[in-house]
């Protein structure tokens, strides 16, 4: 052939080369292909993830928030302790159980059911309750027959001026560093007794929150509880930081705070209505599935199974997916920069070009699948690391 006439062809070879070789296949396949296999991962393990973008801020989530009741706890909270107050005519165990269970069969807090269900157990029958008047997270008050009965926290009772509080200090003190959460029953502006309930932890509690602590993550507790009791749960499951008395509508509030000190690091998990604002709030919000619809659709990150341990296996699989995007991003770009220069200069044959093509684009396909085995094998499905 005329090297006059070759010219030009090689020239067009070496063009169509190289427009093969830039074709950014591996590149717009490196990260959809990891976040879809991780997708896969959660999913089998019963971690339901709403987008990719959630994945990647988890992997740089530096402070873990926990509700208490229904994520650290059961949140089946069983009756545990009636204690009358000394000093007060015409009040007893049954009378006093009778008067609390009256007005919280009217409520729907776990806290309500807890003492509704003990008082049956206890053959105490609830009667009727009308003007029923819940303030949130606070208490509950209604008539029984013609008592004003008031049921909640001492802030409540001592801001509705009932008196005789000081007298079941002691016992109140004592119940909550046992980790029971204790409501006053007053009425008529007196103090009548206590009633303590209790929840149990879940049984990964500890662990899940030890795996957290290897992590790198600070845990922090948020609740509506009081202080010692949460002290008390605190404790036991090994949580770095509590907030106690928090009430529902504070819980945003709590969460900006933690942002703002620890930067937009901060993922929270919550099962409740009253934790949808806050699980919005924070950068990541995990619901636990058997919680309310509310918290779940409000949540990045929903756990099929409700078990605490699951949002350690949440964060190695964000962690390990970004690793593969990144090896995969690499190796596409290093691809590239590697083979467009050789086509530039006529090296490379433009059939030759689609099959290293087609190669890059499958080895990252298969990278990214290369994250399931190894995941699994790390870290098998039900298992925390």
Not at 25 to 31: D, K, N, P
Not at 139 to 144: A, I, R, T, Y
Not at 198 to 209: H, V, Y
């Amino acid at each position: 052939m005329n090297p006059e006439a070759a010219t030009p062809i090689l020239a067009i070879l070496a063009a169509v080369a190289v427009l093969v070789i830039a074709c950014p296949c591996a590149l717009g396949l490196a990260t959809p292909t990891a976040l879809m296999v991780g997708s896969g991962i959660g999913a089998e393990r019963g971690i339901l993830i709403r987008s990719g973008e959630a994945i990647q801020t988890f992997k740089d989530v530096k402070v873990m928030v926990l509700d208490k009741t229904g994520t650290i706890t059961r949140g089946e909270p069983k009756l545990t302790d009636v204690v009358t107050a000394e000093g007060v005519e015409g009040v007893n165990e049954t009378r006093l159980l009778t008067l609390a269970a009256s007005v919280e069969n009217a409520a729907e807090h776990p806290i309500a059911r807890a003492i509704v269900e003990g008082a049956k157990e206890r053959d105490v029958k609830p009667g009727e309750v009308s003007e029923f008047r819940s303030t949130g997270a606070r208490g509950v008050s209604g008539k029984v027959g013609d008592d004003t009965v008031l049921i909640g926290n001492r802030r409540l009772l001592e801001e509705e001026g009932v008196s005789g509080l000081e007298a079941l200090d002691d016992a109140m003190a004592e119940l909550e560093g046992k980790g029971r959460t204790v409501v006053i029953v007053a009425a008529d502006g007196q103090a009548l007794g206590l009633v303590a309930v209790a929840d149990t932890l879940k049984e990964e509690s500890i662990e899940a929150i030890r795996g957290m602590h290897d992590l790198g993550l600070h845990v922090v507790m948020i609740t509506g509880d009081n202080e010692r009791a949460a002290r008390a749960v605190a404790d036991e499951v090994g949580i770095d930081e509590v907030q106690a008395g928090v009430l529902p509508e504070g819980k945003v509030d709590a969460i900006r705070a933690l942002q703002k000190k620890h930067g937009n690091h901060v993922a929270m998990v919550g099962d409740g209505i009253n934790d949808a604002p806050a699980l919005t709030q924070a950068n990541v919000g995990i619901a636990i599935g058997a919680g309310a619809d509310v918290a779940i659709e409000a949540a990045d990150v929903t756990l099929v199974r409700g078990e605490l341990t699951a949002v350690v296996d949440a964060m190695h699989l964000s962690r390990a997916t970004y690793g593969k995007i990144v090896q995969n991003l690499i190796w596409a770009s290093a691809y590239n920069v590697a083979a467009i220069p050789i086509a530039a200069i006529g090296l490379l044959h433009p059939m030759i070009g689609v099959i290293a093509m087609t190669a890059s684009s499958l080895s990252v396909i298969g990278n990214s699948l290369l994250l399931k085995r190894g995941f699994v094998r790390e870290n098998p499905p039900g298992e925390s690391t």
